[in-house]
C-alpha cells in the first residue's frame, strides 16, 4: 500500500450557471496530486475544515504537504496589514495551523510549499515580508508566465538535509509569489537563500520537515525538482510513521 499523503486545499467560490448563485468550491491544482502519485505515493486531497479535526485528520496520514495559495493572516505574526494583502482565509489558517502542529506530534514528513512555508513559519512564531516589490528594490519574484520554467537562482546551504535532497547547493526555481519569510521561526533553519538573500527555503533540524518558497510540483520534469516529493514519500513510508497510523 502506498503512503497516503495529505495536501492541503483552497477554498474558492465560483458562479453556478445552472443556479445563478455562488457556490463554495475547493480547489488544488492537479500537479500537487501528479507530483506526489509520480512520486508512488496516494493523494489525499484535505478540504479546510475544523481545526478541531485536525488529529483525527493527520491520524490516517504518511505525510502532509502544504500547498500554495492566498496570503496568510498578518495579525497572526503581529504585523498590521499592508494594502498588498490578498487572498486572506482565516479559516485555511486556523486549519493549517492545527494540521501542522498534529503532523508534528506524530513525527510524519511535511513539505512545505510557497504560502505552505509561509505559514508553517508562522505556525512556530516567525514573521513575513508582507509585499516583496516595496522590500528588495522590486527584484521580480512574481513571474506567473515563466511557472513552468526556472527563472532565478538559489544557494542552498552545503550539508543540509536540503541539499542532500536535491543533491546539489544550487538550484535554479521558477517564482510565483509577492510574499516571503522574513523573522525565520527559532525551530526552523535557513537552508537556502536567492541571489538577493531572500528565504526560499528552510528545514528542520530534528523532524522531516523542508519547506521552500518555489513550486516544485509545476517543474518536476526540471531536475532535481522531483527529489522533494521522492523524499516526501520515502519518508513517509518508514515504518515508525506508517505503524502509528
Known sequence: MPPLVGITSSPALRRSPVLEVDRSLTTLDRAYVDAVTDAEGAAIILPVQSPGNA??????LDALVLSGGGDVAPERYGATR???????DEARDAWEVALIAQARRRGIPILAIC?????????????????LPEHDDGNPHLVPGAFDGPSHHVRITPGSTMAEVLDTEAIDVNTLHHQ??????????VVGCDEHGI?????HPEQ?????????EL????????RLFSWLVQQAGGDDHRSAR
Request: proline share 5%.
Open 180 to 189: 516571503a519569510i522574513d523573522r525565520c521561526a527559532d525551530d526552523l533553519a
Open 219 to 226: 517543474i518536476t520534469h526540471v531536475d532535481p525538482h522531483h
Open 55 to 60: 488529529a483525527v485528520s493527520v491520524e490516517h
Open 82 to 88: 499592508h494594502a498588498a494583502v490578498g487572498g486572506v
Open 199 to 203: 528565504i526560499e527555503a528552510v528545514e
Open 115 to 131: 504560502r505552505g512555508v509561509q505559514i508553517l513559519n508562522v505556525a512556530l512564531g516567525g514573521t513575513l515580508i508582507q509585499h
Open 208 to 216: 522531516p520537515i523542508l519547506g521552500v518558497q518555489w513550486h516544485p
